[in-house]
């Protein structure tokens, strides 16, 4: 089946610097990646749709200059977080829509990522 | 807007008894839902698709337009039926955006 990977699974940084997160479609094409947040025992919030070559498009209410999104190929999107504060941390988790995917909504979800910014 | 509801954030059952987890969405264009399960320890996963039509782990859900609901049913559970269960309405034309429910932990007991 097709598997999503997300490297690190787990990060601590200290406030102010910036972290990066991948996101990689490991025997897929994915012209779509999509990156969610999820709070602790709260649902996964939609931050951004990402498109191969070409700009993310970011949610209302996410900073896109805070959260910097790059999908350079069709299988690996990027998600840094920039200037990290406590209150980024979260769990982000990205997704990935296969290419020539004929089911609408059907996304492959990575493992997520724990960030904990000290 | 669109909105995915989740009434329930915890159903405990008994192993055997049916289940239903309920769901409600509002949208105004024509609706895409799915369910999608996420045991412990594992990432979210797919566990079925309305267009489908399908029978899934025993799990079947069935879009009802007039209700807009899209409750998730199994006539007798299992204890590894246990698992967070979200609720997601595709929308967002081409984009094909997913929002999801708040999710509801199913804990069938032995």
């Known amino acids: 089946g097709a598997v999503v990977s997300q490297h690190p699974s787990r990060v601590i940084c200290k406030s102010g610097t910036s972290v990066k997160i991948e996101c990689r479609s490991l025997?897929?094409?994915?012209?779509?990646m999509f990156w969610y947040r999820q709070f602790p025992k709260k649902s996964l919030m939609l931050m951004a749709t990402?498109?191969?070559?070409?700009?993310?498009?970011?949610e209302q209410g996410v900073e896109k200059d805070k959260f910097l999104i790059n999908h350079a190929s069709l299988t690996l999107s990027t998600l840094t977080v920039t200037s990290a504060h406590p209150e980024d941390s979260s769990f982000y988790i990205c997704s990935a829509r296969a290419a020539g995917a004929t089911s609408r909504g059907e996304q492959f979800f990575g493992p997520g990522t724990r960030l904990t910014v000290l | 807007a669109q909105r995915v509801t989740q009434p329930e954030k915890l159903l405990s059952v008994f192993k055997g008894a049916p289940v239903e987890l309920k769901c409600n969405y509002s949208y105004s264009g024509s609706p895409e839902l799915f369910w999608y399960v996420q045991y412990s320890r594992q990432r979210l996963q797919l566990l079925l698709r309305h267009i489908s039509r399908e029978s899934i782990k025993g799990f079947t859900a069935d879009l009802n337009k007039g209700e807009t609901s899209f409750h998730l049913k199994k006539p007798f559970a299992q204890e590894e039926d246990s698992a967070m269960y979200y609720c997601?309405?595709?929308?967002?034309?081409?984009?094909?955006?997913?929002?999801f429910g708040t999710g509801t932990l199913l804990a069938v007991q032995p």
């Open positions: 990402s498109n191969e070559g070409s700009k993310a498009t970011y």
């Open positions: 997601a309405l595709s929308y967002g034309g081409a984009t094909n955006k997913l929002i």
């Open positions: 025997d897929f094409q994915a012209t779509t």
